[in-house]
């Protein structure tokens, strides 16, 4: 239960907290817990000129600047192309804290990359409350999520086809070769859902694979985590293949944020056997040649997987194509040149039966 509550005007709410529901107009109290997925309201005190955009609630891009209010969320971030920090030990009204992506996680930044400049300084005004209690003004901390994670949530595909995308590292193209296998999948009869089972809190990537064709889309701030790991990166997979295969798609199609060896449990995720066992492929993702044999090498000799193609910009051209086919042995194709290459390729690995996959 929270004490002295005031309103607050916020200008711009960030897609971190889309399941709170918050109105523009938001109580706040002084009383904030320091934990993963509280959402807090702040007013940003310096202008950016890159990396100064905030996505929304509506899935749109706005541009931030000095003097804005936003609602976001408490958790931290270990990214290699962007900025690093932590949830600090304790958060009050009048602390400065740092907006560390896009999406509107909100900590204590460690570490910048230097193509992002710095990040931008917020001061923390409250913690967002939410009334739970009906025809009682009782609030309580607003917490990211539709739902709680189950952190020992069994797993059932239901016989449903899986696709896995992992990467080299992040920015290696996953998500464009999602949309492109989506979209062939689409064009060839299939129903697709998807998901995002790793990485920090932010919707454009699932909100592409809606865009691409996929019937259903989830992520795992739905399941009230802000930022994955190798603790909750397992549980978090099974949870959302379970409810997805419940709708009965032809086939589901799932992005492991980051890369296989990075901070979000991608690596152990891909180490359980029940996982692993419920994967009819994998696509590796690589910046690279070397990263792609990397990769391949990874996914064979730690995991025990065979991936069934690269793509990624390791393939934006033959060279890098023959590379990887005559080297490692693996089909290689580029999502963006020849994506319904790629798509026809995971069909075939998949062995999707030819009355559902016909080609429009």
Not at 253 to 269: K, R
Request: net charge neutral; proline share 4%.
């Amino acid at each position: 239960m929270v004490g002295t509550m005031r309103s607050v005007v916020v200008d711009k709410l960030a897609s971190v907290t889309q399941a709170c529901s918050l109105s523009h107009e938001v109580r706040i109290a002084a009383d904030i817990p320091a934990e993963e997925g509280v959402v807090v309201v702040v007013e940003v005190l310096n202008n950016k000129s890159t990396y100064n955009t905030l996505e929304l609630t509506s899935g749109r891009m706005a541009k931030l600047g000095k003097g804005d209010i936003v609602a976001g969320a408490l958790g931290h971030r270990k990214a290699l192309f962007g900025y690093s920090g932590h949830i600090p030990e304790s958060v009050k009204p009048g602390d400065v804290i740092q907006m560390l992506n896009i999406g509107g996680v909100l900590g204590v930044c460690d570490s910048i990359n230097p193509d992002k400049g710095k990040p931008f300084d917020c001061r923390v005004l409250g913690v967002a409350l939410h009334f739970p209690y009906l025809g009682e003004r009782i609030g309580v901390p607003a917490r990211v999520g539709h739902q709680q994670l189950d952190p020992k949530a069994a797993l059932e595909v239901n016989g449903v086809p899986v696709v896995a995308l992992a990467g080299t590292c992040m920015e290696a193209g996953k998500t464009a070769a999602a949309c492109a296998i989506i979209a062939r999948m689409r064009h060839r009869g299939l129903t697709v859902d998807a998901f995002k089972a790793t990485g920090v809190s932010l919707r454009r990537d699932i909100l592409a694979m809606e865009d691409a064709g996929a019937r259903r889309c989830a992520i795992f701030t739905d399941l009230g985590v802000v930022t994955t790991t190798r603790v909750n990166g397992p549980a978090l997979t099974r949870t959302m293949l379970t409810e997805l295969s419940a709708g009965r798609p032809d086939v589901i199609v799932f992005e492991l944020g980051d890369g296989i060896l990075g901070t979000y449990g991608v690596d152990a995720i891909l180490e359980c056997a029940d996982i692993r066992t419920a994967l009819s492929g994998v696509i590796l993702s690589a910046n690279d040649p070397v990263a792609a044999w990397g990769g391949v090498k990874l996914l064979r000799e730690r995991f025990g997987i065979e991936p069934c193609v690269v793509t990624g910009p390791a393939t934006d051209n033959q060279v890098g194509v023959e590379i990887i086919t005559s080297q490692m042995r693996v089909p290689a194709f580029n999502a963006m040149s020849n994506g319904a290459a790629l798509g026809d390729r995971v069909i075939e690995a998949l062995g999707l039966p030819a009355a559902a996959a016909t080609a429009a």
